[in-house]
């Protein structure tokens, strides 16, 4: 008798697995699913040499092992790789590399060479070297090297006692040992106003005095004589730089007079008094002369001339004097001009003198 192969719907009633129980299946239901064949499970897909229940197996159509994510090899980095071409690298140089704030470095001022100063050992505490914020009266001091301002000069001071610096001289005060306002130095003075300067040198001290009040400077010095064992002081004098009005001395110039009436020559100076041409005039009086005459002397000058000369010819009346062309005023001459002397030729016409000259 055939056998009748079981169908899988065959199976029925089979008891489900719950929460509290499993599953039955009764010895019937075994036996039919026993004998199930591959086939007689309906539409299940049919196994392959490729494919088991629609998975693919092995090479097959489709698969590309040179992807991975569907990503080429070229779309990944290779071993070993670096990003020299597109950074930067360890041991690279920048083409600008010689540029400061886009600038080469001709843009800049030179480089600074050090000189051998700065191999002075300054120290390395924090005494060693003046702070940033220090002043030179209070935090340290330079002996022999700078000079503080000492503020007022105490009143009855005497001024080659102060200390070394500089010190203000207030008007009013007395003081002692000061400049003359023309020289040499006085016992005492109320009226002197401004800065005194003191600086010393073992023995060696100068003094320096600059009056505000008449803008006039003073200098004294002092020092040990060793040969005579003292202090040798020097009394002030006064600098001057230039002369204003109230400088000037006015002097009395001497007058050389000379009364001619004939062709003569004429020797300056004459007598024992040196001819000074800046203040001393020389007058030539030719008022002797007949009308229509004539005359001709030489001023010879035996001492070096050091200014114009003042020459005056004087006459007796009033007529006019009519000078040459070629006549040449000698207050005006410079000095280096004249050799030897001025000679002169004077005329006496009825209504005026003519005179003429010439450097020598």
Not at 25 to 42: A, F
Not at 272 to 280: G, L, P
Request: hydrophobic content about 30%.
């Amino acid at each position: 008798m055939a056998k009748t192969q079981p169908k899988i719907d065959d199976i029925k009633d089979l008891k489900k697995a719950t929460d509290v129980s499993d599953g039955l299946m009764s010895k019937e239901d075994k036996i039919k699913l026993d004998d199930l064949d591959y086939e007689d499970l309906g539409d299940m897909p049919v196994a392959t040499n490729t494919e088991v229940g629609g998975i693919k197996l092995g090479f097959t159509q489709g698969l590309n092992a040179d992807l991975l994510d569907d990503k080429h090899a070229s779309d990944f980095s290779s071993v070993g790789h670096d990003h020299d071409t597109t950074y930067l690298g360890k041991s690279a140089q920048a083409l600008d590399s010689a540029k400061l704030g886009g600038q080469l470095p001709s843009y800049y001022e030179p480089a600074f060479t050090k000189n051998t100063a700065f191999n002075k050992a300054f120290g390395t505490g924090s005494s060693d070297v003046a702070r940033g914020d220090h002043g030179h009266s209070d935090l340290h001091s330079h002996s022999n090297i700078l000079i503080s301002f000492l503020g007022d000069l105490p009143e009855s001071t005497n001024l080659w006692d102060s200390e070394m610096g500089v010190s203000f001289l207030g008007y009013g005060n007395t003081y002692y040992n000061t400049p003359n306002p023309i020289c040499g130095t006085d016992a005492s003075s109320t009226t002197i106003e401004g800065f005194l300067t003191r600086y010393n040198y073992g023995d060696q001290n100068v003094f320096t005095f600059h009056d505000v009040r008449t803008n006039i400077m003073y200098i004294s010095s002092n020092f040990w004589d060793g040969d005579k064992g003292e202090t040798i002081w020097n009394d002030w004098k006064r600098l001057l730089t230039c002369l204003d009005t109230t400088d000037v001395i006015e002097q009395e110039g001497e007058e050389y007079v000379f009364t001619i009436e004939r062709d003569t020559e004429i020797y300056i100076p004459s007598g024992e008094k040196e001819f000074d041409s800046k203040n001393d005039t020389i007058i030539i009086d030719v008022s002797n002369i007949l009308i229509g005459g004539t005359i001709h002397f030489k001023v010879y000058f035996s001492v070096p001339i050091t200014g114009a000369i003042n020459i005056n010819i004087e006459t007796n009346d009033s007529n006019p004097r009519t000078y040459s062309t070629f006549y040449v005023d000698p207050t005006t001459i410079p000095s280096s001009q004249i050799n030897s002397g001025i000679e002169y030729r004077v005329w006496r016409y009825p209504t005026y003198w003519y005179i003429m000259n010439r450097i020598f």
